[in-house]
């Protein structure tokens, strides 16, 4: 079953939600704004539970949270100073974290209103973004596929070719609670296939050193609270996780990470070919934020960012997340959920 609604009217523009449910009676949503992911929808005793944060109004994540459930580009994370070398010529993108660019800067792909259309179990969003319009050289044709399969499994792919040599590197900014009542995460358990985490500067720009996860409250390689590393970290500022996980070497039969509520029996994998993961904790969430079922705090969600770890810019040890001219590149993140 599949359905495009009319949402809302924002800047004059139509924002259209679209829905897809399988045969099982699991559903995904997302809005053409930012090609956000709405919801995640389980059928449970009680009804209908979305396991994914969202807000009522475009306004209210315009207001208090741009990058909740958003698609994330044309890179994720942070690129420092707003500037990168390619082919030795040097960039500089704009400015919107102090003198650093975020999650593609202020004019990325969740702030866009994306063409959307369903075709069969697909919901497709399609965008040309111009240097005009980001910063960033080439002009780039992206399509963002969200795929909901009948052993629910939700696909979201990232496809884009450029007309110039650029950067492409991007995510799902999808906060995460599988909470059915009015809890935090913390009592949700998370595995993570990662040994370390990249080493950050104070505006969390990596060094191109790496830490160890063993022996610290950043290791999740056997399932744990969530809470058990919060209680770990109330030392540090953040008081909470926003780090890069370099994952293990791939393996397609392994999930890269996992989320568990062992007391509703609900569980979501996540697999990728990407190499990192960016772990939030949503930790100086609080009550400005206008949650549908959730009251806004300290990790009230969990986001699990998968791409190419961001330093891959300056070191290609880290990866390559460049595009030349006129070749595609393709990413896919899959989701598996257990109910």
Same mark, same amino acid.
């Given at each position: ?18 829905? %897809?449910?399988?045969? #099982? ?5 997302? %809005?053409?704004?930012?090609?956000? !992911? ?13 396991? %994914? ?19 994330? +580009? ?13 082919? @030795? ?15 593609? +800067? ?7 209103? !994306? ?50 040599? =650029? ?8 906060? !995460?609670?599988? #909470? ?29 050193? =790496?830490?160890?996860?063993?022996? =610290? ?16 970290? @109330? ?28 007391? @509703? ?6 697999? =990728? ?53 006129? @070749? ?12």
């Amino acid at each position: 079953m599949s359905k495009k609604e009319v949402f809302s009217e924002f800047n004059g523009e139509t924002i259209y939600k679209l829905s %897809l449910t399988n045969q #099982n009676n699991m559903s995904i949503s997302c %809005l053409s704004y930012g090609a956000n !992911w709405y919801e995640l929808l389980v059928p449970t005793k009680n009804g209908k539970q979305n396991l %994914l944060l969202n807000f009522p109004t475009i306004e209210d994540y315009v207001r208090t949270n741009e990058y909740l459930n958003m698609s994330i +580009g044309r890179t994720a994370s942070r690129i420092g100073k707003g500037e990168f070398v390619l082919d @030795q010529q040097t960039y500089h993108v704009d400015h919107n974290e102090g003198g650093n660019t975020l999650h593609g +800067g202020p004019h990325g792909f969740n702030r866009l209103n !994306w063409e959307s259309r369903i075709q069969g179990n697909q919901i497709i969003f399609d965008r040309r973004i111009t240097p005009a319009d980001d910063s960033f050289p080439g002009t780039l044709d992206v399509t963002i596929t969200y795929t909901l399969t009948n052993d629910n499994q939700v696909l979201i792919d990232y496809k884009a070719k450029s007309d110039a040599l =650029t950067v492409f590197n991007p995510t799902s900014h999808a906060y !995460w609670n599988l #909470n059915a009542d009015d809890r935090n995460v913390n009592n949700l358990n998370l595995y993570v296939r990662s040994a370390e985490h990249l080493e950050l500067d104070h505006e969390k720009i990596p060094t191109g050193k =790496t830490v160890k996860n063993s022996g =610290t409250p950043y290791d999740f390689r056997h399932l744990k609270p969530i809470g058990q590393a919060i209680e770990g970290l @109330q030392d540090i500022p953040e008081k909470g996780i926003d780090d890069v996980y370099i994952l293990d070497d791939h393996d397609d039969s392994l999930p890269d990470a996992i989320l568990e509520n062992p007391e @509703q029996k609900i569980s979501v994998e996540f697999y =990728t070919e990407r190499n990192a993961i960016v772990l939030f904790t949503s930790n100086a969430f609080g009550e400005d934020q206008p949650f549908i079922n959730k009251t806004g705090q300290p990790q009230v969600g969990v986001a699990l960012e998968a791409q190419t770890a961001p330093n891959a810019i300056f070191d290609s040890r880290f990866g390559d997340f460049t595009i030349d001219k006129g @070749q595609p590149r393709h990413y896919q993140t899959k989701y598996r959920v257990i109910f």
